[in-house]
């Protein structure tokens, strides 16, 4: 396991700081942490913030009442968890107040597993999932590990086997 | 604003890349559930699934164009109005021979969908920035196959090498560039098929040549997907593919 240690700096991908710029800059910062809330269906510790699925959220106003547009990119092209997502933004958005809201795909730039900070990469770690850059095994550490499928239970994951404690795990894989 | 006829020609081309990668993962998918291991059921339906996604992305495109739904693209058409090539309508075959095709349009959509990405049409590029990470992916798993399938047992190459023997007729259309593809060319919207065959031949020979597998010397080759002229099999795939919107039209999960 390769931990992050303190005396690094992290590199980060220009389409990762483009994302934080715009988070950062924007007017409506509590939408932004409204959707915090939302997390890939199917790895929940994740946001679609932290996953670089959500890009942008926008609002504009017509005659008083606030239209919201929620841009997100897929992680994989077929991936059925994006339609979830849109879903889950929608509703997360109406339960605060948001009644008129677009959810807007975008494919450029093309997601990258680069895109997943270090702490994300701990969280994925904590949850039982070896993170992209790393085929150590999440439950006791040891880099002695065995590819069993370069596919697993999601379009995201591959299947490895510890075999200092023989115990199967996801890994996300790294595109 | 915008050329009428470009926007025609794109649309016809985001057609045949939709149609070949929503014919192919129909394909795949017909391994679910029974492929010969639980790993490879669920390989052949992850790569099944991204062909589905990326049908879906150049049919939600030619469809903007067409004034049509992804949905009404394939599931209201006759097999003369599919535009896919006819090697991914070919049945699935044995493993050894669905392993083979995805290993020769994967070596090919590795160079092609490169080249896609530098499109100057922006959609068609981001689509393709998208598929070549996913092709780079399965190109992995099914040039390892090869490996495998062709250096295992007698029977695993016997059969490799028959399935190379039945597709290799279909490949030539791959390359085949006509009029409309060389007009997009042209414009630095599509991809040069014919400069991509060289560097393709000599990859997969290499590849199949280190497995103990030859390229044959046929004398036959097959083409017409592209104009709507498609072998028996499509009309049977699509009986079963379209038959839920056929039976209930409009019916949604």
């Not at chain 1, 605060?96 to 597993?113: D, K």
């Not at chain 2, 492929?35 to 469809?63: C, F, K």
């Amino acid at each position: 396991m390769i931990p992050a240690a303190s005396n690094c700096i992290e590199l980060m991908p220009q389409a990762r700081f483009e994302m934080n710029q715009r988070r950062a800059q924007s007017k409506v910062a509590h939408l932004w942490d409204l959707l915090d809330a939302v997390t890939d269906p199917e790895i929940p510790v994740m946001s679609i913030w932290e996953l670089g699925v959500l890009q942008d959220v926008c609002v504009t106003h017509n005659q008083g009442s606030p239209a919201v547009t929620v841009v997100i990119t897929p992680t994989y092209s077929g991936c059925p968890a994006l339609s979830v997502m849109s879903q889950d933004i929608t509703s997360a958005l109406a339960k605060a107040g948001y009644e008129n809201v677009r959810v807007e795909i975008r494919l450029a730039p093309a997601w990258t597993t680069d895109w997943l900070t270090g702490a994300t990469k701990n969280k994925l770690r904590s949850y039982g999932i070896a993170p992209p850059d790393s085929t150590a095994c999440p439950q006791c550490g040891s880099e002695c590990t065995k590819l069993i499928s370069e596919f697993a239970s999601t379009a995201c994951k591959s299947l490895y086997r510890c075999l200092a404690c023989q115990e199967p795990f996801d890994h996300f894989k790294s595109i | 604003m915008g050329d009428k006829k470009l926007d025609d020609q794109i649309a016809e081309y985001a057609l045949r890349l939709g149609d070949d990668a929503l014919v192919f993962g129909q394909r795949l998918c017909e391994w679910c559930a029974d492929a010969p291991t639980l790993e490879e059921d669920i390989a052949i339906s992850n790569v099944g699934l991204d062909y589905l996604g990326r049908a879906r992305m150049a049919l939600q495109y030619a469809g903007k164009t067409l004034g049509r739904t992804e949905d009404e693209l394939a599931f209201l058409r006759d097999s003369g109005e599919f535009r896919n090539l006819l090697l991914v309508e070919l049945p699935r075959g044995d493993f050894a021979f669905s392993m083979v095709r995805q290993y020769l349009l994967d070596e090919f959509e590795l160079l092609f969908f490169t080249q896609l990405c530098g499109s100057k049409d922006d959609t068609l590029g981001a689509i393709a920035a998208k598929t070549v990470k996913e092709v780079r992916y399965h190109q992995r798993r099914s040039a390892n196959w090869m490996q495998r399938l062709g250096l295992g047992t007698q029977e695993s190459q016997a059969r490799t090498q028959a399935a190379i023997d039945q597709l290799w007729g279909y490949m030539p259309e791959l390359f085949e560039m006509d009029e409309l593809e060389t007009s997009l060319l042209q414009a630095g919207i599509a991809v040069d098929r014919l400069e991509l065959h060289s560097k393709w031949l000599n990859t997969v020979t290499a590849q199949l040549a280190s497995a103990n597998l030859q390229i044959p010397q046929i004398d036959w080759q097959v083409v017409g997907g592209r104009k709507g002229v498609h072998t028996e099999h499509l009309g049977h795939m699509l009986g079963e593919m379209q038959f839920l919107q056929r039976a209930y039209p409009g019916l949604q999960w």
